[in-house]
Nanobody, 126 residues
Framework: VQLQASGGGLVQTGGSLRLSCSAS????????MGWFRQAPGKERDHVAA????????NYANAVKGRFTISRDYAKNTMFLQMTALSAEDTAVYYC????????????????????WGQGTQVTVSS
């Protein structure tokens, strides 16, 4: 599975951005997709995840109520709508896909994701 992330850019505090991640390549099975972000000098952190078939979502506390993860099942594309952005959201955002089944309520850990996109920079200026 090849993942292509897009939609990053420069935005002012309080602004919005929409990230996209498209999956392509040989026939594949996706159980979860997720967004992570990594700020300079920091670890890569979970932002949001979505169970591919059901659409069940999971968010990091830092983005709850501001970010919305969604997917277009037919187009194998995932989105991250980000609103009320602040400087703390500045990071490289990565999308990832996991092809292993997990029981309901369990989302993949960072290390369990099989495929990663190249990352897209999000910069929030004050």
């Amino acid at each position: 599975v090849q993942l292509q992330a897009s939609g990053g850019g420069l935005v002012q505090t309080g602004g919005s951005l929409r990230l996209s991640c498209s999956a392509s390549g040989p026939p594949h099975k996706i159980y979860h997709m997720g967004w992570f972000r990594q700020a300079p000098g920091k670890e890569r952190d979970h932002v949001a995840a979505i169970r591919w078939n059901s659409g069940t979502t999971n968010y990091a506390n830092a983005v709850k109520g501001r970010f919305t993860i969604s997917r277009d099942y037919a187009k194998n594309t995932m989105f991250l709508q980000m609103t009320a952005l602040s400087a703390e959201d500045t990071a490289v955002y990565y999308c990832a896909a996991d092809g292993d089944f997990l029981p309901p309520g369990r989302r993949p850990k960072l290390s369990e994701y099989d495929n990663w996109g190249q990352g897209t920079q999000v910069t929030v200026s004050s």
